[in-house]
C-alpha cells in the first residue's frame, strides 16, 4: 500500500495483516552534493516503489523522510528514531529504512528500525530497459532481506 487516499482506506480496513512499513530516506543540498543526491532522489523512490509492489496487502510505503544534508546529524537521527517510534506505536512490526546516504550506516544502531543501504545508481542518461533492469536486479536482493527480516521475527 502506498500513502495516497485509495490505499489509506484499505489499511485502516486491513490493518492487521500490514505489519511493515517502508520509509524512503533522502538527503537534499544545494552544493556539491547536490547532482548525487538529485540521483538518489529519482533512485530511492524507483525502488521502493517496486518493493511495494511486491508486497502489497502487507506493506505500507510511507512518503520520503527528507531532510538538508546541512541538517545537524544528532537532530536528523533523533527526527528519525521519533518516526520509527511512532510507526511502532502504530502495530508496524517492521520497520525499512532505505537509502543511499552513507551517513545512516553510521548510526543504523540507534534508529529503531532496519536499514537498507544501497548504492545510488545515476540514472539520467539511462534508457527505459536498462533502468527496469537495474531496479529489477534491486528488487531480488531486496526480497530476500526482507523475506529474511521476517523469517528472524
Request: charged residues 25%; without cysteine.
Amino acid at each position: 500500500m502506498i500513502w495516497n487516499t485509495k490505499d489509506i482506506e484499505l489499511f485502516f480496513q486491513e490493518q492487521k495483516y500490514i505489519d511493515t512499513a517502508v520509509v524512503p530516506l533522502l538527503p537534499v543540498s544545494f552544493g556539491d552534493q547536490a547532482k548525487q543526491e538529485a540521483d538518489q532522489a529519482e533512485f530511492i523512490p524507483l525502488v521502493t516503489a517496486m518493493l511495494e509492489k511486491q508486497f502489497k496487502g502487507r506493506m505500507m510505503l510511507l512518503p520520503p523522510f527528507t531532510y538538508f544534508s546541512s541538517e545537524n546529524k544528532e537532530q536528523r537521527k533523533a527526527r528519525m528514531a521519533e518516526w520509527a517510534q511512532t510507526l511502532k506505536d502504530n502495530d508496524f512490526d517492521h520497520i525499512f529504512l532505505v537509502t543511499s546516504d552513507p551517513f545512516w550506516r553510521e548510526t543504523e544502531a540507534d534508529l529503531g528500525a532496519d536499514l537498507i543501504w544501497l548504492p545510488s545508481i545515476p540514472m539520467e542518461h539511462m534508457e527505459g530497459k536498462y533502468k527496469q533492469k537495474i531496479i529489477e536486479d534491486q528488487i531480488s536482493q531486496l526480497l530476500k532481506i526482507v523475506v529474511g527480516k521476517w523469517q528472524a521475527n
